[in-house]
């Protein structure tokens, strides 16, 4: 997965905590999602409008980790956030 | 300020009686001056709403979303909690027998009153609330009911800790952070836990059976603990008991993340009232934040030597 152009929808909330982790609220379905440091640092970077190779180089730059390992994380992650209806393709 | 409209005397009497329950003071409105928030009573039939969605279940009652205002069907009354820059909630009352019950009106004024509240940027929070003389911040005990919130800060008051509430106070985002003001002017317990915490030689400060939920007593705390009462602080633990069958009880930290999704799960409207809901989630957040999280895993040794819960939290929680 290269599709980068993924923006957070705007009824969900986001909260960063001191050790990096998160929680989201989905204000529409009332439902909450507790996310980890990686997936935290992914979401803040849809926010800021990054493009998935930023993403990615991010994430080497933060967790050292070689280029398959950070784009795998970014693929399964942004996956996971297009499942749960979290993002939508910005236009 | 929240101000009341459209009241006749029966009606004030009885918003009169459930707000003294509280730590709300009566005041007379300055001319001129607007209420930050008004609660317009109706005792006609409500419009038709247009609501957006399903809606979802709510304690003796069902609450829908219509457009930027949220509306709750509660006991056959019907409140409408207006968008945040209109700071007004319409509460039409039911017009049947059952539901001019003064429990029933009790309960419609209480969520009229959480909501305007909340649009405030009050927070009502189910949760217990400590202080030790030696201790500049507070520990909060968060849980469900039945968890030893009451049972837990009775104890510690009992051993010399101050206390703000044993489970009914408001969150407030403050300059300072987080504070946790009194709410709810009574602690209440059932017969079995008054007996259990040596309650009973306070019997003039044990009033009647709590409205609707007639195992429990009132208990006035501040009555019988005079000088132990603060109104408010900044909290800078949180533990959260739950009832462990093993021998020992325990107390284990907990990660912010953690402690953040289960402020969530007590407090239902901070995901359910879409207008206040991002503020609420920022103080909660801000919350966990600002404290240290733990799960008290509370086991009968606490229970029957309640003496040794003071000891367990010097022993294991970190407070400033």
Known sequence: ?91 | MLCFGGVDEPLLNLAHDFLRGYYFTPTQLDAGAPPAHLIQLHKTTPPALPVSDAGFEIEDGHCFTSGDQIVLEVNGSTIVVGPPEFNRTDVWLSQSTPGRHPLALNNVILYAVQAALRRAGLYQFHAGCVLSDNNRRAILLVGDSGCGKSTLTTTLVRHGWNFVSDDNLMLCDSAAGIEAWALRRYFTFDEATLEACDLMTFAESIGGRVPGKMEKFRFYARQAFPDRFVAKCLPGVILFPTLSRELKSRIEPLKQGDALARMIRQCPWATCDGAAAPLHLHALSKLARQTKSYTLFASRDVFEHPASIPGLIAQHVEIL
């Open chain 1, 1 to 91: 997965m290269t599709n980068s152009d993924l923006s957070p929808l705007e009824h969900i909330v986001a909260t960063q905590l001191d050790d990096g982790d998160g929680v989201l609220v989905d204000l529409n379905t009332r439902q909450y999602y507790q996310l980890n440091e990686t997936a935290m640092l992914i979401w803040r970077a849809l926010e800021n409008g990054h493009p998935f190779e930023q993403i990615v180089a991010e994430i080497m730059r933060v967790y050292t980790v070689d280029n398959d390992h950070a784009v795998s994380s970014a693929a399964r992650l942004l996956k996971e956030f297009q499942s749960r209806k979290l993002v939508r393709l910005a236009e």
